[in-house]
């Protein structure tokens, strides 16, 4: 008999299918009633699968009494409450991959996306505007001050790329890097005020909730550009929107949101934002790699061998 499990929410479709395949799959993001729907298949269910936006709580693990797995798709465990798992004796796993790259395009992608007005230039065509006049013109990277606030692999990647295009660099950490030649700015406002356009790329913890608030996009400026590739919640949102709105700075590219996937109506009518779908890590290639591991752990697991990739690692029989 198939091992039954929990997904939690939609993952890659292919990952879906080869779960379908191996193991009786419960899809808890179609359930009217998530709660009920759990409690019909408590009584079977092993494995649960998640994400690392997603996470899981103590509820779930309560609802869960045949739990002994989570396979989260995905790297971050911020949402995981690893301490119940823990005292359940419950296995955590996740996919670790190198996103760095793929990150770093996006960021560059986003940054020459909003300066070049790249996507209101489009709407401006397809709006049959054009014979009406010229589009208003955007600004240059070259000669532009890219600040970076987190110089690990991501921060490290999107400095490179920003150099291509004749950005000079300058980044904000908790310390300095010994083998990082740029700027070091221990202020995050002065490196703000120098900046033609700030990325984030930290993680998110406690110290970094709200780092960037009225104060920091008002350092930025009505010229500065605010790009965000790390996690919504190290930007103040209604600061954010609120110097959108009064012009105090030029414009923001964004892949994160305080409240994915739900996004601000306000953000949404604005012409100078660009705003994806937290599309990072979205390609081919790093979804492929996520699902062999995904199911590599889960198969490890059922087969009685250690898993591959833990988090949380009980002693298994």
């Given at each position: 008999m198939k091992p039954e499990i929990l997904v939690l929410a939609s993952i890659y479709p292919p990952a879906i299918a080869e779960l379908e395949r191996e193991f009786t799959v419960h899809k808890l993001w179609t359930?009217?009633?998530?709660?009920?729907?759990?409690?019909?298949?408590?009584?079977?269910?092993?494995?649960?699968?998640?994400?690392?936006?997603?996470?899981?709580?103590?509820?779930?693990?309560?609802?869960?009494?045949?739990?002994?797995i989570i396979a989260c798709f995905g790297i971050g465990h911020e949402g995981m409450d690893l301490a119940a798992a823990r005292a359940r004796g419950v296995v955590v796993t996740n996919t670790p991959i190198a996103i760095a790259q793929s990150v770093a395009d996006l960021a560059l992608g986003l940054i020459l996306t909003v300066m070049r007005r790249i996507c209101e230039s489009d709407r401006f065509v397809?709006?049959?505007?054009?014979?009406a006049g010229p589009f208003p013109m955007g600004w240059e990277l070259a000669g532009k001050t890219c600040g970076i606030i987190g110089m690990g692999k991501i921060g490290s990647a999107i400095a490179k790329r920003a150099e291509v295009f004749g950005m000079s660099v300058c980044y904000h950490g908790p310390h300095p890097k010994q083998d990082?030649?740029?700027?070091?700015?221990?202020?995050?406002?002065?490196?703000?005020?120098?900046?033609?356009?700030?990325?984030?790329?930290?993680?998110?913890?406690p110290a970094t909730r709200n780092l960037?608030?009225?104060?920091?996009?008002?350092?930025?400026?009505?010229?500065?550009?605010?790009?965000?590739?790390?996690?919504?919640?190290?930007?103040?949102?209604?600061?954010?929107?609120?110097?959108?709105?009064?012009?105090?700075?030029?414009?923001?590219?964004?892949?994160?949101?305080?409240?994915?996937?739900r996004v601000p109506a306000e953000l949404t009518r604005m012409e100078n934002v660009v705003i994806v779908p937290h599309i990072g890590s979205s390609t081919r290639e790093i979804r492929e790699e996520r699902q062999?591991?995904?199911?590599?752990?889960?198969?490890?697991?059922?087969?009685?061998?250690?898993?591959?990739?833990?988090?949380?690692?009980?002693?298994?029989?």
């Open positions: 359930a009217a009633d998530p709660d009920a729907y759990m409690k019909e298949v408590s009584g079977r269910v092993r494995g649960m699968v998640t994400t690392g936006l997603v996470g899981f709580g103590r509820r779930h693990l309560d609802m869960l009494p045949k739990l002994e397809r709006a049959g505007k054009w014979p990082v030649a740029y700027p070091y700015h221990s202020d995050l406002e002065s490196m703000a005020r120098l900046s033609d356009c700030l990325v984030v790329a930290c993680p998110a913890i960037i608030d009225a104060c920091m996009l008002d350092a930025l400026g009505p010229e500065g550009f605010l790009i965000n590739v790390a996690r919504g919640s190290i930007v103040d949102e209604q600061a954010l929107i609120a110097a959108l709105n009064d012009g105090r700075i030029a414009g923001m590219g964004t892949d994160v949101f305080w409240d994915e996937p062999a591991k995904l199911l590599a752990n889960l198969r490890a697991h059922f087969s009685g061998k250690p898993v591959l990739t833990p988090v949380l690692a009980i002693a298994e029989k």
